[in-house]
């Protein structure tokens, strides 16, 4: 059980997040709060659970307090709604199906002699309040990451959190992942899923070995994309730093991460922006087809188990396990296929006599449709992804000078992110800051083609009429 040093550190995090915002300028400060009580602060169940609300942790503490703070101060930067029409859908959907959850759970459910509870209204409460926690960094980043400036800031951060993470995921390697336990008094996951290749997989403050390894990814390709970019002196010293993170990512045994690295890291340093922004389209359009092909149970899963076991036989007995979950799981959702089946674990398979929970749920998308249904699942992925087409339809109209370098590299990082939610849950409040910030870029860019266009249809006619 999490020790009182991380409750303190909980409850000490609103004042981080107020000095920061008080010091720094505020995209800048945003960032870093959201990035920092990311990586330091304790995980679940080191929670705050007050009665009639959902568990306040570091996930969505920092972002209520920054969120809080700009509306105190009046600085909202703009709309608190997207301006597209379907970003405001996708949004308040998000938020507000949880009520449409509810509605369709009001009876209880049994597994033998085992029973969960029906869902009432303060559900319904706990559960879209629950939601408009998760999404804030996404309105953060939309209205005040929304600049060139800002995302070259965000790469700049992702790069020196990797900086200060090494060292300790370094520690972890050789002494195995103890920080943790030492610091905050408890392991916040399985030991055994640390052991990788005869040394250890480091885990540091996060949830997960693939959580540390994924933001360290994160941290290689925001390397890479600033060396390219660097102008001026420094450009080594720029080198020097992606090339250490790079083997830093390598010695961290995570092949998934590893497999991302070698597909991005190329995109990043030889391809225009724009093709970057394609290839991110496609990524996500994958990501999001394979719940929608598995659902229609059109996914090959014996061919690629198959491949899977030719190439190692310990991988493809995981991924059998796997896909056994996946089909239990969504045989359970087409119960209740369009809101989903809420909260208490309604969505899982319990033992009949002890209520233990009998199916695993690893990817993020799963465990959407189970609880929120297709409805949920469809609004949390595609506002997720509708940042990639706003900014695609942006910059098609836009010179290729005129659009920040930074766009791609951070499209390519929201779209690989999503990409992984099908095998892992690596949804973090970075993943929502990129999605704002990628949005309300669009947004801006959107806003500016108009004016152009005017400007350049009324020249002739000025034109004209001087003579």
């Not at 991380?6 to 990035?35: E, G, H, N, Q, T």
């Not at 900086?163 to 392991?187: A, C, D, H, K």
């Not at 991924?319 to 674990?345: C, H, M």
């Amino acid at each position: 059980m999490p020790n009182q040093i991380a409750f303190l550190a909980l409850a000490a995090s609103p004042i981080f997040v107020a000095v920061m915002m008080s010091r720094l300028r505020l995209d800048r400060a945003i960032i870093w709060s959201l990035m920092l009580c990311y990586l330091f602060l304790p995980e679940p169940p080191a929670v705050f659970d007050f009665p009639m609300m959902p568990p306040l942790d570091k996930h969505n503490i920092p972002a209520l307090m920054a969120f809080a703070l700009t509306l105190w101060r009046k600085d909202t930067g703009g709309p608190l709604l997207p301006q597209s029409g379907l970003g405001k859908v996708l949004l308040l959907t998000f938020v507000f199906s949880p009520v449409m959850t509810v509605l369709n759970n009001g009876e209880p459910i049994y597994f033998g002699i085992i029973g969960l509870p029906a869902l009432g209204l303060k559900d319904a409460a706990a559960l879209v309040l629950e939601q408009f926690l998760m999404v804030l960094p996404f309105l953060l980043g939309r209205q005040h990451l929304a600049s060139g400036g800002a995302m070259r800031e965000l790469l700049r951060a992702l790069v020196v959190g990797g900086l200060i993470y090494t060292p300790l995921m370094l520690l972890e390697m050789r002494v195995s992942p103890q920080l943790n336990n030492w610091v905050y008094g408890y392991f916040q996951h399985f030991f055994a899923q640390t052991i990788r290749f005869g040394g250890y997989r480091p885990i540091v403050f996060l949830y997960h070995g693939i959580w540390v390894a994924f933001f360290l990814m994160t941290s290689v390709v925001s390397a890479w994309a600033l060396w390219r970019w660097h102008e001026g002196a420094g450009k080594i010293k720029a080198l020097a730093v992606a090339g250490y993170l790079t083997l830093v990512l390598v010695m961290a045994k995570s092949l998934g991460a590893l497999i991302f690295m070698v597909l991005l890291v190329p995109l990043v340093v030889l391809l225009a922006p724009r093709t970057q922004l394609r290839i991110a389209l496609l990524i996500g359009a994958v990501a999001l087809a394979y719940p929608i092909l598995k659902g229609a149970d059109l996914v090959p899963q014996e061919q690629m188990l198959a491949q899977a076991e030719k190439i190692d036989p310990d991988r493809a007995g995981s991924l059998r396990f796997r896909f056994q979950n996946e089909d239990t799981l969504l045989e359970r959702a087409y119960i209740k296929p369009v809101f989903g089946w809420g909260s208490w674990g309604r969505n899982h398979i319990l033992d009949p006599f002890s209520g233990a929970i009998l199916t695993v749920t690893d990817g993020f998308w799963i465990v959407s449709i189970g609880t929120y249904g297709w409805v949920g699942f469809l609004a949390q992925f595609g506002l997720l992804l509708w940042p990639l087409v706003l900014i695609w339809r942006a910059m098609s109209r836009q010179r290729a000078d005129a659009v920040s370098p930074f766009v791609g590299p951070l499209s390519l990082m929201l779209a690989i992110n999503v990409a992984d939610m099908i095998p892992n849950a690596t949804l973090t409040p970075l993943t929502w800051l990129i999605a704002g910030a990628l949005t309300g870029y669009a947004e801006r860019l959107r806003e500016a083609t108009p004016r152009r266009h005017q400007a350049a249809s009324a020249a002739p006619l000025r034109r004209r009429t001087a003579i």
